[in-house]
């Protein structure tokens, strides 16, 4: 067993964790990684209101590698070539006996998007964000439009919790410098409804938080076109607004296109439960790259890549002990989120057969922060590992 090589692309939840999980069966693990650090994106939220700075949302993947053992490579990955069993990076060419594809989704590109911010992009956008939320802080007033679009061949793609996360973190700011009546603040979205997928009463007290609080909604209307300071509808009307932060939809990683892995009309690779890439024997894909299959209402969060990566890793170790026994994605498959807003929080769950909201006022904020603490010192060993977390 250790004598085979398992190559890992991509440095980020389900990359680091599938790597973690590997060596401690002892198996040689080479992880490929574009950046030389695994970004914690459920914290970054605090950054754009300067709550915590850059490097505590970040983890340097040496000490990663020196904690856990594995090879480390910082190169971008080309193609994937499965029949030959090689992956073409930028600088070299790797060969691997088991490949696990983790290197995330593309993001669906409008026009003008670049007269935009996110904060599930490139983890740099946060500190654009937060120099230009320091700039109105500084003005005194202005419009903020937060919203999140949608990818009609896979709604798995949509990341709206983050973006309800930054407009009542914003707003918690500006209360707290009592300039809250001096901004008018706007979601947007091409769905009617904002949180549905919470379920019914993950909807019912968005409903209610965004009467309190007085933001504006402009829903149900295709997003065409973005331009500074406007964004741009597909029956003409538009959104004139000083601050346009926007989460794109996911869609297929570019890297496909030169490979030669099966993907759905989406972009995303195919799997079986087991994680496994269709038509292969020896190629994984976890995370955002991978098609996952379930109900409408199913996002793609971290929780689940992780899950996807754990399992993997131990599905590789049975194969490679000649056994059939294997782990399964599916049955894990919910929503679940500690939304922050600031100076509390709302537990959010759903499953098939459930779904529930808790607010946690006060208490929830110290939660995510404690949980961000646990992450980052137990993924470096210094904090014992809680069973399924």
């Known amino acids: ?85 090689s992956v073409i990076l930028e600088n070299q060419k790797i060969n691997y006996d088991y490949l696990i594809v983790a290197i995330g989704a593309n993001k ?25 939320f320091d700039a109105l802080l500084k003005k005194g007033s202005g419009k903020i439009a937060i919203g999140y679009g949608g990818n009609p061949k896979d709604k798995s793609g949509v990341r709206g919790g983050p973006a309800f996360e930054i407009l009542f973190n914003f707003i918690h700011v500006l209360k707290q410098k009592k300039i809250r009546d001096n901004f008018e603040l706007t979601f947007f979205a091409p769905m009617k409804e904002l949180g549905k997928r919470m379920g019914d009463s993950g909807f019912a007290m968005l409903e209610k938080m965004f009467e309190k609080e007085k933001i504006n909604k402009r829903t149900g209307k295709k997003i065409i076109e973005f331009s500074e300071n406007k964004i741009i509808f597909e029956d003409k009307s538009t959104l004139e607004s000083d601050y346009i932060m926007y989460i794109p939809a996911s869609t297929g990683h570019a890297v496909l296109a ?37 109900p409408d209402w199913i996002a793609k969060q971290g929780h689940i890549a992780e899950v996807m990566a754990r399992n993997t890793a131990y599905n590789i170790g049975q194969q490679l002990k000649n056994s059939n026994k294997r782990k399964g994605y599916k049955d894990h498959l919910n929503i679940l989120c500690v939304m922050d807003t600031g100076n509390g929080a709302a537990f959010t769950y759903r499953k098939a057969d459930k779904d529930f909201i808790i607010p946690l006022p006060k208490v929830g904020h110290w939660l995510k922060q404690g949980w961000g603490y646990y992450y980052r010192n137990s993924k470096l060993n210094k904090f014992p590992r809680i069973p399924g977390m």
């Open 1 to 85: 067993m250790k004598n085979q090589h398992v190559l890992i692309l991509g440095g980020g939840f389900a990359g680091v964790e599938s790597a973690i999980y590997l060596r401690k069966q002892g198996i040689q693990v080479t992880l490929v990684s574009d950046r030389d650090y695994l970004f914690i994106y459920p914290i970054s939220i605090w950054i754009p209101v300067s709550k915590i700075p850059f490097e505590k949302a970040t983890i340097p993947l040496k000490e990663l590698q020196k904690v856990h053992g594995f090879n480390l490579v910082i190169d971008r990955v080309k193609s994937i070539d499965s029949a030959n069993n």
């Open 108 to 132: 669906i590109k409008l026009p003008g998007i670049e007269n935009t911010m996110s904060i599930c992009g490139a983890p740099d956008q946060s500190l654009v964000m937060k120099d230009r």
């Open 258 to 294: 030169k490979s030669d892995l099966a993907f759905s009309n989406s972009g995303f690779i195919k799997i079986d439960d087991n994680c496994k890439v269709d038509k292969t024997e020896n190629v994984y894909a976890i995370g955002d790259i991978a098609l996952i299959e379930g």
